[in-house]
């Protein structure tokens, strides 16, 4: 089958699940996976050949597809902050939210240094997944201590070969938040991005997340939704360095409850963010 006769048929098994601009999306990056190919190459070859193997290879994926397992499971790999990184069924997959989050951590870091006159800085990410918060930010600054927890072995493994991957140096280490009385160290920034989807609003989460990601990672009880910030702030408050800063991703619809229970617990200068579709997402604040 040619390229472009591949495309026809891999619009047509698709078309009738997902919306056009995303089959596109899943097609480049299936073409560049598989075949080596760019988007370019669609226009310049395509009466280029597809092999028997391979082709029997990508409609396995199509079935996969159809049955709207994510993309990046399939290939078990994805892009973050410009950067590759592994991806299996044990992690979530890294959220365009949460670059921006890493791009503020970033762009507040040399003011940290200044203030504290300290060129070599410790950060924590907490609930690290895939590893991409901690391993972006050791990619993109210079002369950090960086290390990362998760309850979760098999994610552990997976962030140990993405550090690996992008030639960083990172701690990790298997914690269990909920249940640490303190942390290894002192910080001058903890970040966390835990879970924070409650049971309620599952009816908002799209199929290929429900039924594929990790729910450990994603939700927490309607009773108690703030379950793991409380406890990471009763930590930071003990663990961060003078200046310190704490940045959270958070529930959308908490904006206002996440500052109230930091500002109980003694925080200050705290910051709320909106993301990149205009959803409260992320929270800066200091001891």
């Known amino acids: 089958m040619t390229l472009q006769n591949f495309r026809i048929f ?89 670059e921006e989050l890493v791009e503020w951590i970033v762009n507040e870091t040399p003011k940290l240094r200044t203030m504290n006159q300290d060129n070599n800085l410790k950060i924590l990410d907490i609930g690290t997944g895939t590893g991409c918060i901690p391993i972006s930010l050791a990619k993109n600054l210079k002369n950090l201590t960086v290390s990362a927890i998760d309850v979760s072995t098999e994610a552990l493994k997976v962030a140990q070969q993405n550090a690996l991957l992008n030639n960083v140096a990172v701690s990790f280490l298997e914690i269990d938040i909920l249940k640490a009385e303190k942390l290894p160290l002192q910080y001058d920034i903890i970040v966390s991005n835990p879970p924070y989807v409650r049971e309620l609003e599952k009816v908002e989460i799209n199929n290929n997340v429900l039924q594929n990601e990790p729910h450990l990672a994603l939700f927490v009880d309607d009773n108690n939704p703030l379950i793991f910030y409380k406890k990471i702030a009763s930590l930071a408050k003990q663990h961060l360095t003078k200046n310190g800063l704490l940045f959270f991703e958070i529930n959308q619809y908490l904006g206002k409850e996440t500052i109230e229970m930091l500002q109980e617990q003694g925080f200050k200068n705290i910051e709320l963010k909106k993301d990149f579709i205009g959803n409260d997402r992320m929270i800066k604040a200091n001891i």
């Open 10 to 98: 891999f619009n047509n098994e698709l078309s009738a699940t997902y919306p056009k601009t995303e089959i596109d999306s899943f097609f480049f990056l299936l073409i560049e996976a598989k075949l080596n190919l760019q988007r370019i190459d669609t226009v310049m070859k395509p009466n280029f050949l597809i092999t028997d193997e391979i082709l029997s290879e990508l409609k396995s994926i199509i079935k996969r597809l159809q049955k709207e397992e994510p993309v990046q499971y399939i290939l078990g790999e994805t892009e973050f902050y410009s950067l590759p990184f592994l991806v299996d069924k044990n992690t979530l997959i890294p959220r365009p939210e949460t």
